[in-house]
């Protein structure tokens, strides 16, 4: 299969024809390991005797057709059973120097055992992509240990060239045996049922877990993944379980949703700030004067289940009313949309309202005013958008009606009469009649009287409206025109229907911002404010409508989308790109809290600040300072960031971009270092070597690029390419010495490469089961199988990191959760502590420099949530120290 492409063979040619090379020499691969083990299966057809295990010393291998059952061979295999070849609980006792390059790992044996050269042996086992990746030593013919110990490649042969045949026959049949007697223990213990055969189809949520002698092979979509035992493991018992003593609390939101939702801003008695983004209701505290910097705290009321889409404060200042959109949780089971009236000063649930009643979502809410809050009105998302009026304090309903056909954007109590009730929205202004204001349940009727526009434009959006003192009501419409809505007489020649002896009709109209009015606000002085969409206007207006004052929002906050009333003459808006402003109509307006406007997937933190950066599908590289809670710079990259990494310095940061392009920017200056492409593929994962002399780029052509990169990490030039993935980079990990990197891929591949090496793939999975990671990130692994839930698809998780301190691994998943696991994490079904508050697919977690927090992204809803991270009994942890793995130590027991 060494031909060359002929002139008349299309570009494809050459990558076919290696294709049907690496499936030949897969081919061959089994061809003699299915030879190497009936030749095997024949010899153990003559032993007569059941295999013994060593006594003493070791000894030299028995010959072929000895009564000796190879010593790596246990009479039984269990899953807490771990075979180590010759290796025997006396022989533990004695250890010598492992292989060269081997740091950490487990000690080798003396003696005249195959252990005690050093070398490193392939064996049977395959990898998840079908290549021939051999595993751990079966029964060979002991080897002197190595003439040099400085070997630089670790997985480079220490035997010589005249005995690596008889080695490669000799493991290929241990191997063969290793795997019959396992099978044979397997259908005794199972009742015949060989679990390696019965993974489920391809497609199935199914996923197995199978503990076998020197592996552990979980199932994902039908797939095999085989990961090895580190040595230092001598059985799956000593592995910790239950979850870890660390625990999560939420410390900061970065973000506000101002992008596509109203009723979003409030100021409540205590003077904190309340607005939500994702499944949490953020009540914060502004700290410093007006207009100057923030760094007042944050409390969070996280009661949802799903995201919030809309507010409501009481009367008294205190409680407060949200609605969450309907979703469903991980099993498929639907989560109803509900809303809950909660105490804002404890932040505990009072009432739950409407569970089951409500389609897709809440759209609006509104407290009644003149009777101190006693009744809540409701709009929902439905077709009909039903209307609805409630019992806050019995949570029952007390009337109900189909609304419109068209989206309803505002609902309101009239101040002065409980039995009025007001909603806009597309093309509409509906003044509804409460006939139940006594609030008897289900006795109250509903009726409906159209707003008529009459000689005036009609809108195709009236998003917002407010009640005057003297029971007018002001409307701000797409058209950029303020309506002023007085009382009259009702006529019967007025289109509509409903009893109401009153209506509403336009007495004024004020042309007051181009473009759409997104926001009306009632003033304590009696003046109102407007907020407009394309010309980011604030307005003061007084009586008559009468222009007063103005401000204009800077163009990269976007539109104004909420206004509130702070003490004073101060002014909280919320503005469309999710930024909350703070100031006054004088002095101008400065932001305490930003964030994202659109899907986040890129993250990474600082290696000795708390600082960390993210980027996203909107564009935006931002850095955030963690300790003052406050954006530090952002530019635009004009393309999808994806993926970052901070070099060991951090005096540079890397980041992938969407169409294969990575850029390398100055932390300090922004200035971009350098600008280069690889391919024409998304990048999905970049990761600067420990000690920053290599940059690696996974990417979604199925190649790792590796950079050399100059000390003040702002050079780089090409070193080579990682080639043998056969689907998209999806998690890269450099190890300790910066030599090796283990890889993942789409189809659930795990490679390791040799860097150092030229970039050469290592076909011997099992030599890197001791090599220690600088970090941990890929998603499967033996150190992190048992963060996979039962029935996974392979797609459950979206990324995963373990701290500094190699105590305890975070997990962000498809469900709108962030996990923490202790680790290793190597038992199936590992169980975890859950926490909850993102509203969409959580894409990426990291962990501080020092452990201290833990930093997680949400996707669609646009959310960075910072967690501090809390020792047992809910102490701050100390400064992270980096040690030693505790599953590559060769101790008896783990101390995680």
Request: proline share 7%; with cysteine.
């Amino acid at each position: 299969m060494d031909g060359a492409a002929g002139p008349g063979e299309g570009p494809a040619a050459p990558e076919a024809l290696q294709s049907l090379s690496r499936r030949l020499q897969v081919q061959e691969e089994e061809m003699e390991l299915v030879k190497a083990a009936l030749a095997e299966a024949l010899r153990l057809l003559r032993l007569r005797t059941p295999p013994a295990t060593l006594q003493g010393t070791l000894a030299p291998a028995p010959a072929l057709g000895s009564p000796a059952a190879p010593p790596g061979l246990p009479p039984t295999c269990s899953p807490s059973l771990v075979s180590r070849g010759t290796q025997t609980e006396p022989e533990m006792e004695s250890p010598s120097p492992g292989p060269p390059g081997l740091s950490n790992g487990p000690q080798a044996l003396q003696g005249s055992s195959e252990e005690s050269g050093g070398a490193h042996f392939e064996g049977g086992g395959s990898s998840s992509s079908g290549a021939g990746s051999p595993g751990p030593p079966g029964v060979l013919k002991p080897v002197p240990p190595p003439l040099r110990a400085d070997t630089p490649r670790r997985n480079s042969s220490s035997s010589s060239p005249s005995e690596r045949p008889r080695q490669k026959l000799s493991r290929k049949a241990a191997s063969s045996a290793n795997l019959l007697l396992r099978s044979g223990s397997t259908e005794s213990s199972r009742g015949g049922k060989d679990p390696l055969s019965s993974p489920g189809g391809p497609g199935s949520r199914r996923s197995n877990y199978n503990l076998e002698g020197i592996s552990v092979k979980m199932f994902l979509r039908g797939r095999p993944i085989t990961m090895y035992i580190p040595s230092g493991i001598r059985s799956l018992e000593e592995l910790p379980i239950g979850p870890p003593p660390e625990t999560l609390s939420l410390d900061w939101v970065y973000g506000y949703r101002g992008r596509d939702s109203r009723s979003n801003l409030f100021v409540l008695r205590s003077g904190e700030v309340v607005y939500f983004i994702a499944c949490v209701v953020v009540l914060y505290r502004p700290g410093g004067g007006p207009g100057g910097p923030g760094g007042g705290g944050q409390r969070h009321y996280r009661g949802h289940s799903d995201c919030v889409r809309c507010l409501a404060v009481h009367p008294d200042g205190v409680r407060v009313a949200s609605g969450q959109m309907a979703g469903v949780d991980k099993d498929g089971k639907p989560l109803q949309p509900v809303v809950h009236v909660w105490d804002s000063e404890t932040l505990v649930k009072l009432q739950e309202i409407g569970l089951g009643a409500f389609e897709r979502g809440v759209g609006a809410l509104a407290f009644s005013i003149v009777d101190q809050g006693a009744f809540l009105c409701v709009v929902d998302d439905s077709n009909e958008h039903m209307l609805s009026v409630w019992d806050c304090s019995r949570g029952t309903k007390l009337a109900e009606i189909k609304s419109t056909n068209d989206s309803v954007l505002a609902v309101g109590f009239s101040p002065r009469d409980s039995s009025c009730i007001v909603t806009s929205g597309k093309s509409h202004v509906h003044f509804w009649n409460w006939s139940g204001a006594a609030g008897v349940p289900g006795n109250g009727t509903l009726t409906r009287k159209q707003g008529v526009f009459g000689k005036y434009k009609k809108p195709k959006f009236i998003p917002c409206f407010v009640f005057l003192p003297d029971g007018d009501i002001l409307t701000g419409d797409s058209e950029g025109n303020i309506l002023t809505w007085g009382r009259s007489l009702s006529d019967s020649k007025t289109p509509g229907r409903g009893g109401a002896k009153e209506t509403y009709g336009i007495v004024a109209q004020e042309h007051a911002h181009e473009g759409s009015i997104f926001a009306l606000c009632l003033r304590r002085d009696g003046t109102v404010l407007s907020g407009g969409g394309r010309d980011r206007r604030l307005v003061q207006w007084g009586p008559g409508l009468e222009a007063l004052q103005e401000a204009e929002i800077p163009e990269h906050f976007g539109a104004v989308r909420a206004i509130a009333e702070g003490p004073g003459s101060e002014l909280l808006v919320g503005t469309t790109k999710n930024a909350l402003l703070r100031g006054d109509l004088a002095q101008g307006f400065t932001p305490v809290i930003q964030g994202h406007t659109d899907e986040l997937w890129g993250l990474c933190t600082h290696p000795s600040q708390n600082r960390f950066l993210t980027c996203g599908h909107d564009r935006q590289l931002c850095l955030w300072d963690g300790e003052g809670h406050a954006l530090a710079w952002s530019i635009d990259l004009k393309e999808t960031g994806l993926c970052a990494d901070f070099h060991p310095s951090g005096a540079v940061v890397a980041v992938g971009l969407h169409t294969g392009r990575w850029l390398v920017l100055d932390t300090e200056t922004r200035d971009i270092m350098s600008d280069i492409t690889d391919g024409n593929e998304q990048l999905s994962v970049v990761r600067y070597s420990p000690d920053g002399m290599y940059l690696a780029i996974g990417s979604h052509d199925n190649m790792i690029y590796i950079y050399s990169i100059s000390s003040d990490g702002a050079k780089s030039s090409r070193f080579g390419r990682c080639v043998g993935h056969s689907s998209f980079i999806t998690h890269l990990d450099w190890s300790k010495d910066g030599n090796f990197i283990m890889s993942n891929s789409g189809d659930y591949e795990i490679l390791y490469w040799d860097v150092a090496a030229g970039c050469k793939l290592l076909r011997n999975r099992y030599e890197s089961r001791d090599r220690e990671w600088a970090t941990y990130t890929c998603v499967l692994g033996f150190h992190v199988y048992g963060v996979w839930p039962d029935g996974s698809d392979g797609t459950d998780i979206n990324s995963l990191c373990r701290s500094h301190n190699e105590r305890v691994v975070a997990v962000a998943d498809d469900f709108c959760k962030v996990h923490l696991f202790q680790y290793p994490c190597a038992r199936a079904k590992a169980p975890s502590r859950i926490y909850s508050g993102h509203g969409s697919h959580v894409t990426s977690v990291r962990f501080t420099h020092d452990d201290s927090h833990l930093v997680s992204l949400g996707g669609k809803d646009a959310s960075i949530f910072q967690w501090r991270v809390l020792g047992a009994g809910g102490a701050a942890l100390a400064p992270a120290t980096p040690s030693r793995t505790p599953s590559l130590s060769p101790a008896s027991s783990l101390d995680v």
